[in-house]
């Protein structure tokens, strides 16, 4: 078998060798394929600046913050196509129950898209993981019961809802970073204060912090791709949130609205 190859050499030579030709190819391929990578990261680079200026021109009194989380994530990790969204968030097919332990804390309930898969243990500081549920692939609701607002023996005091979530701002460590402000969100569940952090852009949180009854509570939501559906979710499930009293007769209680 022969072949043949143009510019090296003179138009109409024959070779019975081929590693010649298929190293030129090679290292044609490669020049290409770094000259297009780079030329793609460059891209990416610039429309990632543009982004920052235009977020910062809007809100520049968080401008070191907007920039430090968005830096955070890779240039080349914009490159990657993002995970499908969930068919329907909005499903709240399931009514999650949570009864009140004895302690004097409340219990809680709501519609959500699926069931309480992993409810925590008793922590001796009084904290518990109460409820995660699964909203899609890769994104979870979870509910945190803090223990009671005011000192606690052992440890640091439990924050009001309004200072507890600027206390754990403060606690981001790299490669966590906030993104945006703290706001302040009306619910069923009571006032809630928001926070939204990010790790290193792999994944996403967002905490709201309510208070009911002396008791601390966190409603949070993580999620590595389509984070704002996955908190239109959360918002809906806090939309249908109840508390049970503490001292609720449990055989008689039942939750309004199914």
Known sequence: MTFAIAGALPPGTVLTDPVLPLLHLLTYAGATAALTLGMGWLSLWRLRERMIRQAVKRDPRNADEIRRAVR????????????????????????????????????????????NVAAGPLGTDGQR?????????????????????????????????????????????????????????????????????????????????????????????????????AVDVADRILASWQWIPADAELARWTPSGG
Do not use: K, M, N
């Not at 995970?83 to 009864?99: E, G, N, Q």
């Not at 967002?206 to 002396?214: E, K, L, N, R, S």
């Open 72 to 115: 955070s994530v890779p240039v080349l990790s914009l490159w990657r196509r993002p995970d499908p969204p969930p068919s329907d968030p909005y499903a709240l097919t399931h009514r999650v129950v949570v009864w009140p332990l004895g302690d004097g804390r409340p219990g809680e309930s709501f519609r959500a898209p699926g069931p």
């Open 129 to 229: 993981q109460d409820v995660r549920v699964v909203l899609a692939p890769r994104t979870h609701l979870l509910v945190v019961c803090l223990g009671r607002v005011g000192p606690r023996d052992g440890g640091d005091a439990v924050e009001p809802a309004a200072e507890r979530v600027h206390a754990a701002r403060a606690h981001y460590t790299a490669p966590q970073a906030a993104i945006g402000p703290v706001d302040r969100v009306d619910t069923p569940a009571g006032v809630g204060w928001r926070t939204t952090c990010t790790f290193g852009g792999a994944s996403t949180l967002t905490d709201t912090h309510v208070d009911h009854d002396g008791w601390a509570f966190v409603v949070g939501v993580l999620s590595y791709s389509w984070h704002a559906r």
